[in-house]
């Protein structure tokens, strides 16, 4: 139970309490980071003893859990404390006016149109800007691959996918509460090409790295891949919203591992020109929504940034869902070469 007193809470609602929650917004490509976070329906909040109701007409907003910390929907905390909530889209900024008329400014909205999946952590180097000429992106959704099926489990280094060849698997979504929404669906994962690319190519296309482990060594390079999507579907739980966006439903990218064993967490298919990401938000342009009475399909292609260890054979690894799996049977590898 998350606690709030009306004498201190708008030094609480800051820019990293905030929740995202208005319609659909553009944002910078530098302005964002795909995090990895849980939904906990377990927490509620009260303010002066009061228990804040979080649910709205499109939903119940609990908190989410964020490494240790709990973010709560700064409109539902605002107003029941007795300020008003607006989003000024001018400034991209949530303005919270408290009861005596002080105002307190966000750069974040209290609500988006995007679905966080769990995922790794980022990777990301820090490296001075390059000069290196830019590729020309070519952003468009994919027209129906033809891959060969692969003849490879995926399950280990050994018996990874090769390149250029398609595979299949169904994944499910149930792990962050027991009584929240469950969603699956058939992906199929192609990698078309991999090229080799530099950090200043990859500035000019919007992309920015962040830095997991600085004593390796890494170099970047940009996969063209294929995605199928298929038969996504949604179980409603007892205390969520029972919609998700299609647009969310997506493989997980973990990294990359080398026949070592030796790994490095990272990898971005959002938020650069070119990116799998972004074409697949233009695709699906108008936000349709998976519910239990609508499955959804879907296919496109596009890029996808990944660092892999200097010197050394990589394999790219998407990471299950499934929180029924063991944590070692998750993992499907992929062959760059």
Same mark, same amino acid.
């Given at each position: 139970?998350?606690?709030?007193?009306?004498?201190?809470?708008?030094?609480?609602?800051?820019?990293?309490?905030?929740?995202?929650?208005?319609?659909?917004?553009?944002?910078?490509?530098?302005?964002?980071?795909?995090?990895?976070?849980?939904?906990?329906?377990?927490?509620?909040?009260?303010?002066? /003893?009061?228990?804040?109701?979080?649910?709205?007409?499109?939903?119940?907003?609990?908190?989410?859990?964020?490494? &240790?910390? @709990?973010?709560?929907?700064?409109?539902?905390?605002?107003?029941?404390?007795?300020?008003?909530?607006?989003?000024?889209?001018?400034?991209?900024?949530?303005?919270?006016?408290?009861? /005596?008329?002080?105002?307190?400014?966000?750069?974040?909205?209290?609500?988006?149109?995007?679905?966080?999946?769990?995922?790794?952590?980022?990777?990301?180097?820090?490296?001075?800007?390059?000069?290196?000429?830019?590729?020309?992106?070519?952003?468009?959704?994919?027209?129906?691959?033809?891959?060969?099926?692969?003849?490879?489990?995926?399950?280990?280094?050994?018996?990874?996918?090769?390149?250029?060849?398609?595979?299949?698997?169904?994944?499910?979504?149930?792990?962050? @509460?027991?009584?929240?929404?469950?969603?699956?669906?058939?992906?199929?994962?192609?990698? /078309?090409?991999?090229?080799?690319?530099?950090? &200043?190519?990859?500035?000019?296309?919007?992309?920015?790295?962040?830095?997991?482990?600085?004593?390796?060594?890494?170099?970047?390079?940009?996969?063209?891949?294929?995605?199928?999507?298929?038969?996504?579907?949604?179980?409603?739980?007892?205390?969520?919203?029972?919609?998700?966006?299609?647009?969310? +439903?997506?493989?997980?990218?973990?990294?990359?591992?080398?026949?070592?064993?030796?790994?490095?967490?990272?990898? @971005?298919?959002?938020?650069?020109?070119?990116?799998?990401?972004?074409?697949?938000?233009?695709?699906?342009?108008? +936000?349709?929504?998976?519910?239990?009475?609508?499955?959804?399909?879907?296919?496109?292609? &596009?890029?996808?940034?990944?660092?892999?260890?200097?010197?050394?054979?990589?394999?790219?690894?998407?990471?299950?869902?499934?929180?029924?799996?063991?944590?070692?049977?998750?993992?499907?590898?992929?062959?760059?070469?």
């Amino acid at each position: 139970m998350l606690k709030v007193t009306s004498k201190k809470v708008m030094s609480i609602i800051t820019v990293s309490s905030m929740l995202l929650a208005v319609g659909a917004v553009a944002y910078a490509d530098t302005t964002l980071n795909k995090i990895s976070a849980y939904q906990n329906a377990a927490i509620s909040i009260e303010v002066d /003893n009061q228990k804040v109701n979080l649910s709205s007409s499109e939903g119940t907003m609990y908190p989410i859990i964020y490494e &240790g910390h @709990s973010y709560v929907s700064a409109k539902a905390v605002s107003e029941a404390l007795g300020a008003t909530v607006k989003w000024d889209n001018s400034r991209q900024a949530v303005v919270i006016t408290s009861a /005596n008329g002080g105002t307190s400014t966000s750069v974040v909205p209290d609500k988006d149109n995007t679905v966080a999946q769990a995922t790794a952590k980022p990777a990301t180097v820090s490296t001075p800007p390059a000069t290196e000429p830019t590729p020309q992106a070519t952003p468009k959704p994919a027209a129906s691959s033809s891959a060969t099926t692969s003849s490879n489990s995926g399950a280990s280094f050994a018996d990874a996918v090769k390149l250029g060849t398609s595979f299949t698997y169904t994944d499910l979504d149930n792990n962050y @509460s027991p009584k929240g929404d469950s969603t699956s669906a058939q992906y199929t994962f192609t990698i /078309n090409k991999v090229t080799s690319t530099t950090l &200043g190519q990859l500035h000019a296309l919007g992309f920015e790295e962040h830095v997991t482990d600085p004593d390796v060594a890494v170099d970047y390079v940009l996969l063209d891949v294929t995605l199928k999507v298929k038969n996504a579907t949604l179980v409603k739980g007892s205390e969520d919203q029972g919609r998700k966006f299609l647009s969310s +439903f997506t493989p997980t990218i973990w990294g990359v591992e080398t026949s070592s064993g030796q790994y490095y967490i990272g990898g @971005s298919s959002d938020y650069f020109e070119g990116s799998l990401g972004e074409n697949i938000e233009k695709l699906l342009a108008d +936000f349709p929504e998976v519910t239990p009475s609508k499955p959804g399909s879907f296919e496109a292609s &596009g890029k996808v940034v990944l660092p892999i260890i200097k010197g050394k054979e990589n394999t790219l690894i998407l990471y299950r869902n499934d929180s029924k799996l063991e944590s070692d049977k998750r993992s499907i590898y992929f062959k760059l070469k």
